[in-house]
């Protein structure tokens, strides 16, 4: 099973020895490459499509893994199997991966977030503390020209920058990703009327956050 960049980095942040919820799976590409590249793991593979979710079963039976990855049409993660310890939610947007993870009763035997929002990362960090989530680590990537944030947190508290995380500007794609954010807020901000203060005052903050973040010297 071949995936994309950012399904591989997603499949880095899993450990063995997991009991997993693929929320919205798809095509369950992701599931079946857990099950064939690391131990001792279980999938649910969940999907709120009928469609999809029976193409992911036909791809399950394909690669003969019917017994380590079963199928679930489900919307969210309400009612979790006490034996699931890991969820995963990837490839949506950080507003509609924040309302789904937004209940601490659904997360009670949870030990692993791994989320991948394509979008609204503070609002993900945000809900995360919210929960009681600590991130323990953070990657962006790239493609097709979309770019996403891989995330793993497991619970405990930390009061990092909801706006950088615990990204680094000593990566290329953080360095890529808050340079072509900069950009845009100029772009916007010729294009705003100097009477919508507040508006031009976020951008401009934001702009000052982003400029002192790149400037950064590394080990000081």
Do not use: W
């Amino acid at each position: 099973m071949n995936l994309s960049k950012r399904l591989q980095l997603v499949a880095s942040f899993v450990s063995d020895n997991s009991n997993i919820i693929d929320v919205g799976c798809d095509h369950a590409h992701l599931s079946i490459y857990l099950c064939n590249n690391l131990k001792n793991i279980k999938v649910t593979a969940s999907d709120i499509r009928e469609k999809p979710l029976q193409i992911a079963s036909d791809n399950i039976k394909k690669y003969h893994l019917e017994d380590k990855i079963k199928t679930v049409l489900k919307d969210g993660i309400n009612d979790l199997d006490e034996s699931i310890d890991t969820v995963i939610i990837s490839g949506m947007g950080g507003i509609l991966i924040s309302k789904i993870i937004n209940n601490k009763k659904d997360l009670t035997n949870v030990k692993n977030l791994i989320l991948s929002p394509n979008n609204d990362f503070p609002i993900v960090r945000k809900t995360l503390r919210k929960m009681g989530f600590k991130i323990i680590k953070e990657k962006l990537i790239t493609e097709n020209n979309i770019t996403y944030l891989v995330i793993l947190a497991k619970k405990g508290f930390d009061f990092s920058s909801l706006f950088f995380g615990k990204l680094r500007p000593d990566n290329l794609e953080v360095i890529y990703y808050y340079t072509s954010l900069l950009n845009n807020n100029i772009s916007i901000l010729k294009k705003i009327p100097k009477k919508y203060f507040k508006k031009r005052f976020k951008l401009i903050f934001e702009n000052y956050k982003i400029k002192k973040f790149l400037n950064q010297e590394i080990g000081k």
